[in-house]
């Protein structure tokens, strides 16, 4: 093969594998493509927010930073009329390593024991009676249901609510969709 076949076919590799790249599967209507682009769980790691893997990013004309995902628009940041709210795809936060765990108890049985106490604190009547019993059932101290209860309100375990995990990365990441091509 002579050389400028080489080269041809090199460039012509190169095109298209940049075409592919600025693909996007799931476009943002009224957004320009070169607004928008493929995101996924694998580009933030840990610092993925969301229940879904893969969807579309776009900044649209008024800065609004959106995401799209089978077909349904939603808002991360800013406005944007016929747009969803993010709310239902929102990950909740990560729960952090114990600080001090009640290590003769595996953290299944300690999530089971805080959930049951939760119930005994949620009661009008029969608090006293439903911590003893629950105690009891799982063979704890006092001192040891302190360390549980501890790092159960600590780690955020069931019933308690979870916030939900920061929309940070996906902002940052779509303000560099605003910056108009030239400028970059």
Same mark, same amino acid.
């Given at each position: 093969m002579t050389g400028? =076949?080489?080269v041809a076919y090199g460039l012509f590799a190169l095109i298209a594998g940049c075409a592919r790249g /600025?693909?996007? +599967?799931? $476009?943002? $209507?009224?957004? $320009?493509?070169? /607004? *928008? /682009?493929?995101?996924a769980r694998a580009e933030l790691g840990f610092r993925w927010p969301l229940t879904v893997g893969v969807g579309t990013l776009a900044c649209d004309d008024t800065g609004a930073i959106l995401f799209r995902s089978r077909g349904v628009t939603y808002v991360v940041s800013g406005t944007r009329p016929g747009a969803l709210n993010l709310v $239902?795809? =929102?990950a909740p936060e990560p729960s952090p390593p114990p600080s001090k765990p009640l290590k003769r108890l595996p953290q299944a049985q300690r999530m089971d024991a805080f959930e049951s106490m939760q119930r005994c604190e949620s009661r =009008?009547?029969?608090? @006293?009676?439903? *911590?003893?019993?629950?105690?009891a059932r799982f063979g704890l101290s =006092? +001192? @040891?249901?302190?360390?549980?209860?501890? @790092?159960?309100r600590e780690r955020k375990w069931p019933p308690l609510p979870r916030g939900p995990m920061s929309v940070d990365p996906l902002v940052a990441a779509g303000r560099a969709l605003c910056v108009p091509a030239s400028g970059r």
């Open positions: 400028w =076949r080489i /600025r693909r996007v +599967e799931d $476009p943002v $209507p009224d957004v $320009p493509l070169s /607004r *928008q /682009r493929t995101i $239902p795809l =929102r =009008r009547t029969g608090y @006293e009676a439903c *911590q003893r019993t629950t105690l =006092r +001192e @040891e249901w302190a360390l549980i209860d501890a @790092e159960g």
